[in-house]
Structure formats: structure tokens, C-alpha cells
């Protein structure tokens, strides 16, 4: 009896968690790594903006057109309006993230109630949600958060919740389809045998079940939110109080001939950020994906 259980004790001891291997073969692919460690440059640029530069962005502090290199105070030179690029590149990640995430915020709260309540309660429901997404979705994307931006005042705030409130149909969609395959499982008839209200089942039993698509859903959002309010403030449609990428780049491209640095270094950060995210999304797929387990 000894002889057979020891090896079975061995056996257990010397197995690994599956939450630790999962998360090993998450960080031995290139992507995650990559990724990973392109967005952690942009975090740390973003957190230590204020720290590495606590005055205005926009204060002008020296001779417009300095090139990258020529003053050993502004690294990486200065703009039209003798504005510091390094400050302004810095606190321009901040802009960038904070409405990236803030747009998928609002996205995934819209995206979520109203897929959710389509895709468990069917019926007249679906067809709202689904007949507002097609309204939605009838207009382009960017033109619609250019409408709302023009409407409404250019603000940081403002400028997150208007393509927040563009995008949410893609959440809900995905939301929807996942929640019409899981409705009809074993556990939800459990939880209704239970006296479960429709209030958990759907955010205490579903929700966790459709996380995983979400979470890769969620990098491609947040990529295509800082892409949208990238391409609003190179068209002007920007906060005029707080410097972004985009404004940047459409700042420079008037000075393209004779100071090119000034649309490339934002534009090779807006690049470097959205590689990231990418990156990241592509390997989050691929390790949530059962059919990849295996490879």
C-alpha cells in the first residue's frame, strides 16, 4: 500500500498549479513580452510627467524651433511656439491613456447592460438593443464623434464619453451572442432552480463566463479610442487646455519641410502605443483561446 500511494504523493507534489503554467506559457509568447513591455514604457512616461516636468505643457520657454539635441535643457527640442517636446510628449501620454481607458469605460458599461439584457431576456428587448446598435452603426464612427464633439464642448471628458458612446455597439454584440449560447446551459437552469434573480444569474454567473472574449475585445477598443481622439486633434477638434499626440502632430505638420521631428516623435509614440496594444491583444487571444492550449 506504501509503495502505491508514494508514488501518487510525489506525483502531486512535484505537479505544477495549472494557474501557473497558464500564466507561463501567457509570458513565453514574443507578443505578450513585447507588448508588455512597449505599454509599460508609455505608463511610465504617462506617471512621471508631472514629476519629470511639473510646469505647463504649453508655456512657451524657449526659442521656437530647436532642434532635438541642440539645447541640453530640451532634449528633444522645441515647436512652433518654442514649447518643450519632451514636456508636451509626456503629458501627452497622459491625455492619450486617460482617454483611451475612459472611452472604454463608457463603451463597456453601455456594451454591457445592453447586450446583456438582449441576449438573456430575448424577445422585445433584442430587438431594441439590437435595432439601436443598427442605428448606431448606420453612421460611421468617427463622423458621429466628430458630430457630438462639434455639439458639445472639446473637453477631455466630453471627447472620452463621445466615443465611448460610438463604440458600445460592438460590446454589445459580442455580449449578446455570448449570452444567447450560455442562457440555455446546465448552470443557468441551475441558477434559476435556485430562485436566483435575473440580476445575478446575468452578472454573477454569465458575466464571468464572457470575460475572456471582453478582455481581448478591450485592447482593440482602447487602441481604436486613442487612434479616434488622435485624428480629432489633428483636425482641431481638441481640448484646447491639455496638449495630446494628436494635437501635436497636427501642430507640426505645418513645419514638416523644415522640422519633420515635430509630427514624427509624437507620431512614432501614437505608433509605439497602439503596436502595444495590439501586441497584447493578439497574445491575451491567443492564451484565452482553447483551441490554441494545445500549441
Known sequence: MKSAVDPLLANALTQKPAGLSSWRRFWHSLEAVVGSVLLLIVLTMAALASWLFPGDPLEMVAQPFLWPGDDPAYRLGTDSLGRDVASELFH???????????????????????GASAGYFGGWTDRVVVRLAELFQTFPSFLLVVVLVVVGQPTVTYISFAIGLASWPMIARLVRAEYRQLRSLDFVLAAHSLGYSPLRVIFRELLPNVLPSLIVTLSVLMASSILTESSLAFLGFSDPNRISWGSMIGDGRQSLQNAWYLAVIPGSALAVTILALNLLGDALNNWLNPRSKGK
Open 92 to 114: 501627452g501620454a497622459q491625455v492619450s491613456l486617460q482617454i483611451g481607458f475612459s472611452a472604454v469605460v463608457v463603451s463597456l458599461l453601455i456594451g454591457i447592460i445592453a
